[in-house]
C-alpha cells in the first residue's frame, strides 16, 4: 500500500476528513494527521480528546470485502498498533476490542469507520497516541488511567517515528487480513490481549456481565464464558476484575 501523507495544525476530526476525500474519490493509503483535534470522536461517541504531543491520524482504507467484515479492521488495527508501539514499549497489551494499554494504562485508542459512496466502500482508522505527556498534565475525567510511551523509553521519541511504525505495520497487517482473511489477526490479537483467561466485566450499554475472557469468535466478537456457558460480545467496554486473595 501507498501511503500519501498529509498534515493539518488543526482539524475538526481526522477521520471526518479522511471520509470527506473518500467522498472525492481519494485512494487507499491517504493518511491524515492532525496537531489538533477541535471536535475528535472516539468509541460509543464519546469525545475524542487530542493531548499536546499525542500522535492524531486517520487511514484510508479501501478493502474488497463484505460491509458484514468491515468490523474485523478494528482488530486488524488494534493488532498492527500493538506490534508498532512494542517497538517502544514492549509491555503493550490490547483490551477488547482495540485499546493499547501499558500497565493498565491507556496509550492508545482506535475508532473506525466506513461509508459507502460512488467510488465505493472506504474505512477509515483513526488512532490516537499518547507520545509524551501534554506540559498540562492529564484531564482529570479520564474513563481509563492514562500513560504515554516516553514514560518507557531511554530515547527520544518522535511524533514522525511512532506515524511510520504504525504505517509500517498496518500495510503489513491489512494485507495479510486481505490474502489469508481473519485467522492470522485472531491468532495475533489473542496472543496480545491483555484478558485472556482472567475474569473482566464487560458494560454492553445496558448491564454488566461479568465472565471469563476466552478469546475471539471467527467474526471478531469476544467469547465469554458465564456461569459456565459461553456469550459473545458484540460491543461494549472491558474492565479486568481485581484478583481476591
Not at 69 to 95: D, G
Not at 186 to 194: F, N, P
Request: glycine share 8%.
Amino acid at each position: 500500500m501507498n501511503f500519501s501523507i498529509q498534515h493539518f495544525e488543526s482539524l475538526d476530526s481526522t477521520n471526518k476528513e479522511v471520509l470527506r476525500q473518500a467522498k472525492d474519490g481519494a485512494q487507499q493509503g491517504l493518511t491524515i494527521v492532525a496537531e489538533q483535534q477541535t471536535h475528535g470522536k472516539g468509541r460509543l461517541g464519546r469525545k475524542w480528546e487530542t493531548v499536546d504531543h499525542a500522535l492524531a491520524m486517520s487511514v484510508l482504507l479501501r478493502p474488497s470485502i463484505d460491509t458484514a467484515k468491515v468490523s474485523q479492521l478494528s482488530l486488524v488495527s488494534a493488532v498492527a498498533a500493538h506490534e508498532a508501539l512494542s517497538l517502544f514499549a514492549p509491555q503493550t497489551r490490547i483490551k477488547w476490542p482495540n485499546d493499547l494499554l501499558i500497565d493498565g494504562k491507556k496509550v492508545c485508542g482506535i475508532l473506525t469507520e466506513m461509508q459507502q459512496g460512488k467510488h465505493g466502500l472506504a474505512v477509515v482508522v483513526g488512532l490516537g497516541i499518547n507520545v509524551s505527556e501534554p506540559a498540562s498534565g492529564w484531564a482529570k475525567d479520564m474513563r481509563t488511567p492514562p500513560t504515554h510511551l516516553h514514560a518507557y523509553s531511554q530515547h527520544h521519541i518522535s511524533k514522525d517515528d511512532v506515524l511510520q511504525a504504525i504505517l509500517e505495520s498496518l500495510n503489513t497487517w491489512y494485507s495479510r487480513f486481505i490474502q489469508d482473511g481473519f485467522f492470522p489477526i485472531r491468532h495475533a490479537w489473542e496472543k496480545a490481549h491483555i484478558a485472556n483467561g482472567q475474569t473482566v466485566s464487560v458494560h454492553d450499554g445496558n448491564t454488566y456481565i461479568q465472565g471469563i475472557a476466552l478469546g475471539l469468535a471467527d467474526d471478531g466478537a469476544l467469547r465469554l464464558l458465564v456461569n459456565g456457558e459461553e456469550q459473545r460480545i458484540i460491543a461494549g467496554d472491558v474492565s479486568l476484575m481485581e484478583s481476591k486473595t
